[in-house]
């Protein structure tokens, strides 16, 4: 028998975070017992979580935007690789401003906290940290976006971004430590569990399972993605929970190597053969080249003899989270970026415009088809003039006119449609951040739609089901993918008007008409049954 030995399972080593103070009130020293410990406030729990939700929704950290900047300085990156990184750059200046969020979908705010022993707070924190939320949504134009369930089948938006994930641990020490998190549902939907077994644990089958299982990913969470990687874990739950947190760079400072007491750790040899994979994939940033992700992160964890699970999580272009501490000093976030415009190179935009084919959308649907038809998957295009939007419950709703025989509204027969849901529009603006949405949720409504001479092309963003090019081909329809990100310069450039068209009670996820000017896409899926990632694939 060994004699007893702790080791902590994610023992992180201290690094170099910039911080800025927001203040020193809402702390105090108390003793008891003949013990110090540090009084903190419930404002101060509010106050940190307000301005964190309400930076990480504007602006990004260094190192994310340096990675960008990396991309338009590689000569071996394709030209859409460098496009997606100028139009990226430009919205992290647009979002700085503190106007227009990064992001339409504001995400769910996530908050970790750490609470050292020597802390005393006497309230609920939870509630305090939710406060914080609540205000920095209510007070900013940021999107709603969490459903409360009503019954099994019936939802109604919570009209304040709440309930939140929230969890608190309990540390030793005299500091309470945080990291907050705004995930939007793009990049969760692409974390994934495997329940695999040691014949998984060699070099060729671990490469091997890597390579397929990247190729699934998709753009739908807007690439270049942070991509994380954890093999083994105490359970499949934790697994998870680990990929998410080395998505957002929070596991950077773990040992290298393992030992006999079971922590975890980075293996940066195969952080960079997974890299190299995904280099090689052709998908590139949404839509052809080498830049699918930006880093790779590989975690191993000791796991049960007879579990050997596999977690996958990636972290979006919209890179969005920040560590907070409270100390005896004060209250403190971390100091990201806000003055993203340094990254921008000295080039004009003509050297990313190409052979871009113009659209007037005004035109009638017949027509635009035909010009479409014209031009192969991959092209570039620029649109202008009118659209539809409708995304996830504007289809069930158009689904159950059809069901009763009602017909399909003649809007979506005469416009192209646009899957997207907006955030709060700023006073002054036409619109708010209003990006597109993941396509392959409105898949399963692609080829009754199209029969009824609905959704003849579509934009949105990510890859779609063979059923959607199928349909495509049979309907004479198309796809336009839309690039993933930059939602607020789309709605500071590219478009012009917007109006509710019906259903207003749902919110963001009514029907909306909007007019559009310059607005980016790209051919995807054409009425010929070509698919652009299909083809990159196979």
Known sequence: MTDFQFEELLPLHEVKTPYRLLTRDHVSEVKAGGLSFLKVEPEALTLLTREAMRDIAHLLRPGHLAQLRMIL????????????????????????????????????????????????????????????????????????????????????????????????????????????????????????????TKALLNPKSLLSFMEKKIMTLGTAACPPYHLAVVIGGTSAEYTLKVAKLASAHYLDALPNQGSQLGHAFRDLELEQKIFELTQKTGIGAQFGGKYFCHDVRVIRLPRHGASCPVGIAVSCSADRQALGKITRDGIFLEQLETNPAQFLPEISDKEFKGDVVQIDLNRPMSEIREILAKYPVRTRLSLTGPMIVARDIAHAKIKERLDAAQGMPQYMKDFMVYYAGPAKTPEGYPSGSFGPTTAGRMDSYVDEFQSQGGSLVMLAKGNRSKAVTDSCKKHGGFYLGSIGGPAARLAKDCIRKVEVLEYPELGMEAIWKIEVQDFPAFIVVDDKGNDFFAELIH
Request: glycine share 8%; charged share 20%.
């Open 73 to 196: 300085d590689d000569p071996q990156a394709s030209p859409n690789d460098r496009y997606v990184a100028m139009e990226l750059l430009k919205n992290a200046n647009i979002a700085a401003g503190f106007v227009l969020p990064s992001c339409q979908d504001t995400g769910t705010a996530i908050v970790m906290g750490k609470k050292g022993q020597s802390i005393f707070t006497g309230f609920n924190d939870e509630e305090a940290i939710a406060r914080g939320i609540f205000q920095t949504y209510h007070s900013s134009n940021l999107r709603y976006s969490q459903l409360a369930p009503l019954d099994m089948y019936k939802e109604v938006n919570t009209g304040t971004n709440l309930p939140a994930q929230i969890e608190l641990y309990a540390t030793e020490g005299d500091e309470y430590k945080f990291l907050f998190i705004a995930k939007g549902g793009g990049s969760a939907n692409k974390s994934y569990l495997f329940q695999e």
